[in-house]
């Protein structure tokens, strides 16, 4: 049985290095969640049920105090670990009393500190005696692996999940964790996962790599090829329809765990160019290749042409930045504003 945990901290960074501190599953513990703050974080608890949540004392929309307060009111079996900044112990006393059953700096926090602090709750808890897992999942080990952790996952693993030739991955940055809405950015995979339920002849795997960006490792035949270009691109302008503004990124082809970081790494690189596709949620690695070296117009340099009176090279700047635009958007809705704007 494992002991499940939730993490509430407005801190980006922090609820990245507790996520990571430890291999959870292999300890006996589970997280199954985290939150940007506390008003979210009793959304999370309602919905998962953890048995402990470890919880900044400073945060927005609900402070940490009044977070504890409302935990023990309504959660009475949780419980609670504050993280603090503070070394004060009027804070300490004032955490403790609000309901908290313990209390942790967040400048000494480490593994092994880490690991002590869920044992002693864990055993607070009546009847709870979590079960440590040698071995950790294929998602939690990819998960590990594409965020630079240290890992044991093996390409015969990888292999034995993603059995065909090919691989791919479907991938985008979303920014939940720093606006608030990780929430939404479940029911996204939920979304994601129900779609490619129906697709038999593939293998799709959904992992929420960070808060920020989703990936969709997918695994088919070499005959395949064009059929899981049509299917990816049909469930990207689906979730476009439910999510208005999303923008993935179709990425290189490899043919094992060799290149999944690498495609993950370039795929990423390309998740800026959104400013320049704004026209479509979809997006092809290969094709941006070719634009993403020109992306930058120097109106300087352009400036200083016209002043000296260089005609034909301001000219031929300006037919490349039209170039770039026709590339990027399209010939039919360059021409289409050109003639609107020709005929005024």
């Not at 993280?83 to 480490?110: H, M, Q, R, W």
């Not at 092809?284 to 300087?300: D, G, H, I, L, Q």
């Not at 289409?336 to 704007?341: A, D, E, F, L, M």
Request: glycine residues 6%; charged residues 30%.
């Amino acid at each position: 049985m494992y002991c499940k945990v939730l993490i509430v901290d407005d801190e980006y960074i922090m609820r990245q290095g507790i996520r990571h501190m430890i291999e959870w599953e292999k300890e006996g513990y589970q997280l199954v969640g985290e939150a940007a703050n506390g008003e979210e974080g009793l959304l999370m608890i309602e919905e998962h049920q953890p048995d402990i949540v470890l919880a900044d004392i400073v945060m927005p929309v609900l402070d940490g105090m009044d977070f504890a307060v409302i935990v023990k009111k309504r959660f009475p079996k949780v419980r609670l670990i504050m993280l603090s900044s503070y070394d004060d112990f009027e804070y300490v006393k004032k955490t403790l009393l609000s309901g908290a059953c313990d209390y942790i700096l967040k400048p000494s926090l480490n593994q092994e500190e880490l690991l002590g602090l869920l044992s002693r709750t864990a055993g607070m808890i009546p009847g709870m005696q979590p079960e440590k897992n040698q071995e950790l999942s294929v998602s939690e080990k990819l998960i590990r692996y594409l965020n630079g952790y240290e890992t044991d996952l093996k390409e015969g693993d990888f292999r034995q999940r993603f059995p065909y030739t090919n691989c791919r991955l479907l991938l985008s940055r979303d920014s939940i964790g720093q606006t608030g809405r990780l929430e939404e950015g479940m029911e996204l995979a939920h979304f994601i996962k129900d779609y490619w339920k129906e697709q038999k002849d593939f293998e799709i795997e959904v992992l929420n790599v960070d808060e920020e960006v989703c990936v969709m490792i997918l695994n088919y035949r070499i005959r395949d090829e064009e059929n899981m270009l049509e299917q990816a691109e049909q469930c990207i302008h689906k979730l476009s329809c439910y999510r208005p503004g999303s923008f993935w990124i179709y990425g290189t082809l490899f043919h094992g765990m060799a290149g999944l970081r690498d495609s993950y790494q370039r795929g990423c690189d390309l998740f800026d160019l959104k400013f320049y596709y704004k026209e479509t949620p979809f997006l092809c690695a290969a094709s941006a290749k070719k634009c993403k070296k020109a992306e930058r117009f120097s109106y300087e340099q352009y400036a200083e042409l016209l002043k000296y009176r260089s005609f034909k090279r301001s000219a031929q700047a300006a037919g490349s930045l039209c170039d770039l635009y026709v590339q990027l958007h399209g010939r039919g809705v360059f021409i289409k504003k050109y003639r609107k704007k020709s005929d005024l």
